[in-house]
């Protein structure tokens, strides 16, 4: 398994703005995943994208991939107030269900009024 | 959090005593993982399961056991608690993201542990 860097360490935004985090690791992998935290509760899972993949997009959100740099980025648009969270990502070299991912210390995204 | 709880959610001991997590599933995923979250440590893997009675050491896993004796659940355990495992932990289980040839976890709600 292999940790993601998550950049910013914090990220303050207004209502409506778009906010865009960075994920920086260090070596090959299969499939990348972002999740996000609410305060006080568990991760919960947001989008993957596998190696092959440059761009997906779920909803508001939309992520990047750069096998090339080892970066991702994830960008949340039009945010809202209930997007405040600590967002994660994980990198990850196994498929299967022995996915021992492990995760850095997260952005976290303030969205104010 | 829909198919996996732990218990208990809060607790507070003494330095030297035993303490057990438990963590239950009713999906019946083969595997299962303990984390902690600390500031500034992100999230670390303690320990996890790949089935039953099949366990292995994450990147923390010293002054921590486990045991899966079924597949729904998956015990942590403290064998003496000491004030640095003051944390709140996590327990999870992995599926097969529909569609991705991924698997993805999903996370329980926390159970917050204090060694006083």
């Known amino acids: 398994s292999q940790q993601g860097e998550e950049d910013p360490q914090a990220l303050s935004i207004q209502e409506g703005e778009n906010a865009t985090m960075n994920c920086s690791y260090k070596t090959s992998i299969n499939n990348l995943q972002w999740y996000r935290q609410n305060s006080g509760r568990g991760l919960v899972h947001l989008i993957l994208i596998r190696s092959n993949e440059r761009e997906k997009h779920s909803g508001r959100l939309r992520v990047t991939l750069d096998t090339s740099k080892k970066s991702s980025s994830l960008l949340i648009t039009a945010s809202r107030a209930a997007d405040t969270a600590s967002y994660f990502c994980?990198?990850?070299?196994?498929?299967?269900?022995?996915?021992?991912?492990?995760f850095g210390t997260g952005t976290q995204l303030k969205v104010e009024l | 959090d829909a198919g996996i709880t732990q218990s208990p959610r809060h607790k507070v001991t003494e330095t030297g005593t035993p303490v057990t997590l438990r963590c239950h599933q009713t999906?019946?995923?083969?595997?299962m993982y303990w984390y902690r979250q600390d500031p500034g440590h992100g999230l670390r893997l303690i320990h996890y399961?790949?089935?039953?009675?099949?366990?292995d050491k994450g990147e923390v896993s010293d002054g921590y056991s486990v045991s899966r004796s079924k597949t729904e659940d998956f015990l942590l355990t403290l064998e003496s608690a000491t004030s640095s495992q003051t944390s709140v932990y996590f327990c999870?289980?992995?599926?097969?993201?529909?569609?991705?040839?991924?698997?993805?976890?999903?996370f329980g709600a926390g159970s917050r542990l204090t060694v006083l």
């Open positions: 999906e019946n995923h083969r595997y």
């Open positions: 999870a289980i992995s599926e097969n993201k529909q569609g991705s040839g991924a698997n993805v976890l999903t």
């Open positions: 399961s790949y089935g039953v009675k099949d366990t």
């Open positions: 994980a990198p990850s070299l196994l498929t299967g269900g022995g996915n021992k991912l492990t």
